[in-house]
């Protein structure tokens, strides 16, 4: 028993380490995740504190990776570490019985877990979690009590700080399909070999008052004591999907230009998924850096979730000298961490990207990124 507790401990104690850092490599994506969770266990509310509860797990199951593996303070650890998989198995096991949560999230964009697969997983962790609960008091710390307090500490610390720089910058490793060198038009198309959707066609009749589904073979029984209502096609197998399935670009009049975009040369997009709460600050050094931009004759246009009118105003307001265009916030939260954001697309892919607190000059993304 002794044996499998040490295994299980380094074993549960990496994987935490893992999953945090994914996690903490990108704060933001992680709560956007738990906004869903929030939206399914119909609290909405607590959407306002979805960024600091994202980077406090982050923080806390790095911590506590850390102090398993260094044997530190192995009663709250151990404690701690039954409470949060119990939590997780929780919510795992919800989103697969009662298919709500598509992807738990656990391994942000590094990794999608089908829920069961999910659920599953932290059956595991529970298991291997109560070896090394059951014995606690047996694990002695690596490197003596005091040393490994002292460095379960630092660990606290550098993922603290980690996780806010990755939430003030952008994600240091990036898993999404809008990364650096990625391109959006290669990730809207299906691989050779991918699976598609399978669809069953179903009639819809009503009979004593209720509606029933029923298929070409069983149609063969229906009677005037059947009334049809319609018909339809179900999926009844999700087959696969591409990286990218959602991105279109649109004018406030619902003209399609996302070919356009993605076929030109170079040009900049500038995202804010929500104009309202873009920071105001940057954009004195957008508007210098449109300027020169439009100077050398290359595309700069914005790109929002936010409605026409809200547009409208806050481009009065900061004198914006570009057009804006419309795409789902989803996607646009997805393309970049940051709002606003700036990205540079030559023919659809990604050369570079900033965040608003990284806006470049001009001259030095002409000097580093541009055609000559």
């Known amino acids: 028993m002794k044996i499998i507790a040490q295994i299980s401990r380094v074993l549960v104690g990496t ?20 906004d869903e969770y929030f939206n399914v266990f119909g609290t909405p509310w607590m959407s306002s504190v979805s960024l600091a509860m994202a980077i406090g797990i982050c923080v806390f199951e790095i911590a506590l990776g850390v ?29 697969w019985k009662f298919d709500v949560v598509k992807d738990c999230g656990c391994f942000g964009d590094f ?34 009590e005091k040393g490994s307090n002292v460095m379960a500490l630092a660990g606290v610390i550098a993922s603290c700080w980690y996780t806010i720089y990755c939430y003030n910058h952008l994600p240091v490793v990036d898993f999404r399909p809008y990364a650096i060198g990625k391109s959006i038009p290669d990730g809207m198309k299906l691989p050779t070999g991918a699976k598609t959707d399978s669809v069953l066609m179903v009639f819809i009749y009503k009979k004593n008052g209720k509606e029933i589904e029923l298929t070409t073979e069983q149609i063969v ?6 009334e049809f209502v319609d018909r339809k096609d179900k999926v009844i197998r999700e087959g696969d999907k591409p990286p990218i399935h959602d991105f279109t670009i649109t004018s406030s009049d619902g003209t ?21 709460h873009a920071d105001a600050g940057v954009q004195g050094k957008v508007n210098d850096f ?3 931009s439009q100077r050398e004759g290359i595309e ?46 030559k023919k659809g892919k990604v050369i570079a ?20």
């Open 15 to 34: 994987l935490f380490i893992f999953s945090g850092w994914i996690k903490a490599n990108d704060p933001l994506g992680f709560s956007y995740k738990l």
């Open 67 to 95: 102090a398993l593996l260094l044997g530190a303070k192995m009663r709250f650890t151990s404690w701690s570490l039954l409470l949060l998989i119990v939590f997780f198995t929780f919510l795992t096991f919800w989103s």
């Open 111 to 144: 990794m999608h877990l089908k829920p069961f697969t999910s659920f599953m997983k932290d059956i595991v962790l529970l298991v291997l979690i109560l070896f090394v609960f059951a014995n606690r008091n047996n694990i002695r710390p690596l490197f003596g």
């Open 221 to 226: 029984d229906v009677d005037s004591t059947y």
């Open 256 to 276: 399609d230009i996302t070919e356009d975009v993605l076929s030109m040369e170079q040009v900049f997009l500038f995202v804010a998924y929500d104009i309202n």
């Open 290 to 292: 449109v300027a020169l």
């Open 300 to 345: 700069f246009i914005g790109m929002t979730a936010s409605s026409p009118a809200d547009v409208e105003k806050f481009v009065t307001a900061h004198a914006s000298k570009f057009p804006y265009y419309f795409t789902d916030a989803t996607t646009l939260k997805t393309m970049i961490r940051s709002n606003p954001g700036l990205m540079l697309l």
């Open 353 to 372: 990207m900033w965040h608003y607190n990284d806006f470049p000059a001009f001259d030095d993304v002409k000097k580093s990124f541009l055609v000559k």
